[in-house]
């Protein structure tokens, strides 16, 4: 497989239906290069960063949602620079140096070249690199997200101190959680597996918790500290789990809900309790995204890279995020 464009066409990995309506088999294939519509951008890329989200389309999770046709390009998360602009596009001309968060509708991100909405495009300035800011669109807009809107953290420090959990503390959203939460008024209790504390308390978290230990497992503070807000970034557990830890108005976010997890917010809205479990569905900002850059750029926030990984060996990094064992984000690079 081949990097450079020639001929006006681009290799790009994509998703085709098998035999099965529920297999989906990953290829890498060559296609003419995308042409953006008037509110949109093209972008050749430059680096991009897998989520676990894109190996669920694949594997047929969030069907008959995702994949909405076939062939689909997966990948959501991209930097690169714009070659090309929309005719309805303003802020950005060829030649800029961008992030952005292609439409999981449309697909694309794992590709040479890419489109992407003027409105969910960032500006990247030269003090964050292309590998650090791709990871930012969906895990580090997850963190913004359930930190300044479903918690309501201040992060100008501001605002009654909260204490806050963070589960799966070293992965892609929960490193940026950690550090979104330190710029607010707030005492973190993180969760990880033993080879992440140190990198964990680095970031900023004030108490770690090995999830195998008994604590671990019970989401027990060390100080015994009850939690105003968890950032739930694991999977497995049920909210019998939570509920003993929680202040009396704590509410847990789900950043992975599931049918277990929408079930408990409909009985917790039902019976009017004030302790409540929240499922997160991302609704990306292009302000925010750029918030996000802005904090790389004076050095407040950063990625921490798992691996990187050429497009050529695209396999394994998608084999790497199914293991599910990454610390931070795994980056393709182009």
């Known amino acids: ?57 694949q594997k047929g999770m969030l069907w008959p949602l995702l994949p909405c046709k076939f062939p689909y390009i997966p990948g959501t998360d991209i930097a690169g620079e714009v070659i090309e602009v929309g005719k309805s596009v303003r802020k950005f001309k060829p030649g800029d140096k961008v992030v952005a968060l292609v439409s999981p509708f449309s697909g694309g991100g794992l590709a040479e070249f890419a489109v992407a909405k003027e409105s969910i495009t960032a500006s ?31 992060l100008d420090g501001s605002g009654e101190r909260k204490n806050v959990l963070i589960t799966a503390a070293s992965g892609g959203v929960g490193h940026y959680a950690i550090q979104l939460a330190k710029l607010g008024n707030t005492h973190v209790t993180a969760t990880c597996g033993a080879r992440n504390i140190e990198l964990v308390k680095s970031l900023g978290a004030d108490e770690v918790i090995d999830y195998k230990t008994p604590d671990g497992a019970a989401l027990k503070s060390p100080s015994g500290k009850k939690y105003d807000a968890v950032i739930h970034c694991a999977v497995g557990f049920p909210w019998s789990t939570f509920e003993p830890n929680l202040t009396l108005n704590g509410k847990v976010v789900d950043i992975t809900p599931s049918s277990a997890s929408m079930l408990t917010f409909a009985l917790k809205k039902l019976t009017f309790s004030k302790k409540q479990l929240v499922p997160l569905f991302l609704l990306p900002k292009r302000e925010d995204l750029q918030y996000l850059i802005d904090l790389v750029k004076e050095g407040k926030l950063k990625t921490v890279l798992d691996s990187k990984y050429p497009l050529t060996k695209a396999e394994d990094a998608w084999a790497k995020s199914i293991d599910g064992h990454a610390t931070g984000k795994i980056i393709i690079e182009f």
Do not use: C
Request: proline share 7%.
């Open 1 to 57: 497989m081949f990097i450079e464009s020639t001929n006006g066409k681009e290799k790009y990995y994509q998703i085709n239906n098998a035999v099965h309506n529920f297999l989906y088999l990953l290829q890498h294939v060559e296609v003419p290069l995308p042409t953006p519509s008037k509110d949109e951008v093209l972008i050749k890329l430059e680096a991009a960063s897998l989520n676990p989200f894109d190996w669920k389309v």
């Open 124 to 154: 990247r300035p030269s003090e964050a690199s292309a590998s650090e800011s791709a990871g930012l669109p969906v895990a580090g807009l997850t963190a913004h997200q359930a930190i300044t809107k479903t918690i309501g953290i201040k």
